[in-house]
């Protein structure tokens, strides 16, 4: 459904985008993840039309944007990093405004009220989007990507600047959208792509590190197993009994304390739950545990990891 060959954009000496090519069918949902200023918006925003590229290819449903942008962007509903609101208009005239720019011409009442309902503005539909919480807005700026009922829907970091609750419901919402959508998201959130996406595309410094399916990511994020432990008892003491737990490969002291809490970074072997054995070992002590989290990994660390398995399998 979408191609991207050998896709180029330079800004002088600087390659936003730096000859990446993947693909995606019909009804994936494929996440787009890499840190900041690593290409994620350049990428979206040559796709969808609104920036030119400096070489390669770019094409929707065997459409290319360049050649035909016309007919390849009604293929595509698009929510931009700052999604093109009309803060003055209702939700009700933005939709319809919307729904005449894109050339509409599905029956607009019944298209219209659809699109409301998937994204859930329908008690807001006559409130000035200028009065909405930035969690409407962004769900009206999915319900703009929808009008139309393109069958591509790509996002462009929807969940940033959004509080846990939004984040959570624009996922579900993300999600099912995937059920009858080929949708691409990206994210500099890694475990955005692991709740939402089938498979994930890395791309670190406008290259692609990675593209495989969510489990073989997620398998290798989780061969690593940290932990912040946080015990009442003398500093050196605890750290050696931790260290003495087999299983256990380093115990570094943070030297955060919490009044009579150290804070303790386990990292334990792969494969290993060295929860329990650390808890008997510090009862044994009547060192009392008063904080047990498990840490994920940064997306540097991902990239690092992801980046040293490639090697070694050549
Ligand atoms: P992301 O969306 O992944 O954060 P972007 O695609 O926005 O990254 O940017 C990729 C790189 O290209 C960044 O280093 C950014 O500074 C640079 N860049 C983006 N737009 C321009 C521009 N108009 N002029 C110069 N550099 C740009
Ligand atoms: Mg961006």
Redesign the pocket.
């Known amino acids: 459904m979408i191609e991207i060959n050998h896709l180029v954009?330079n800004?002088?000496s600087?390659?936003?985008?730096d000859d990446i090519s993947f693909r995606v069918g019909e009804g994936e949902i494929v996440g787009f993840l890499?840190?900041?200023?690593?290409?994620?918006?350049?990428?979206?925003?040559i796709l969808t039309g609104y920036l030119s590229s400096t070489s390669g290819e770019a094409k929707v449903g065997g459409i290319d944007i360049l050649e035909n942008p016309d007919e390849a962007k009604k293929l595509i509903g698009f929510l931009p990093?700052q999604p093109p609101l009309y803060i003055d208009m209702t939700v009700n005239e933005y939709l319809n405004f919307v729904y005449e720019i894109k050339g509409c011409r599905l029956n607009r009442e019944k298209h219209l009220e659809e699109v409301r309902k998937v994204t859930k503005i329908e008690d807001v539909k006559n409130r000035l989007i200028r009065n909405l919480s930035k969690g409407y807005r962004q769900r009206v700026g999915i319900a703009q990507a929808l009008v139309g009922n393109p069958p591509v829907i790509i996002f462009?970091?929807p969940t940033v600047g959004l509080d846990p609750k939004q984040i959570i419901e624009i996922r579900n919402l993300i999600r099912s959208l995937g059920k009858n959508h080929t949708v691409i998201l990206?994210t500099?959130i890694l475990s955005e792509v692991q709740s939402v996406c089938d498979r994930i595309v890395i791309?670190n410094?406008?290259k692609i590190i990675a593209d495989e399916r969510t489990e073989n990511i997620t398998q290798v994020v989780e061969d690593n197993r940290r932990y912040a432990v946080k015990v009442a008892g003398p500093q050196r003491e605890v750290a050696a009994a931790l260290r003495q737990i087999p299983g256990v490969l380093s115990v570094e002291i943070t030297g955060e304390r919490e009044l009579d809490s150290y804070v303790y970074r386990v990292e334990a072997e792969k494969g290993v739950d060295v929860r329990k054995p650390v808890f008997w070992a510090m009862a044994e002590n009547n060192w009392p545990i008063t904080g047990l989290e498990t840490l994920g990994m940064n997306l540097e660390e991902v990239f690092t990891k992801i980046v040293d398995r490639s090697e070694g399998k050549k």
């Open positions: 954009k800004y002088g600087k390659f936003a985008v890499g840190p900041n200023g690593a290409g994620k918006s350049t990428t979206m925003n990093e462009d970091e990206s500099h791309i410094e406008g």
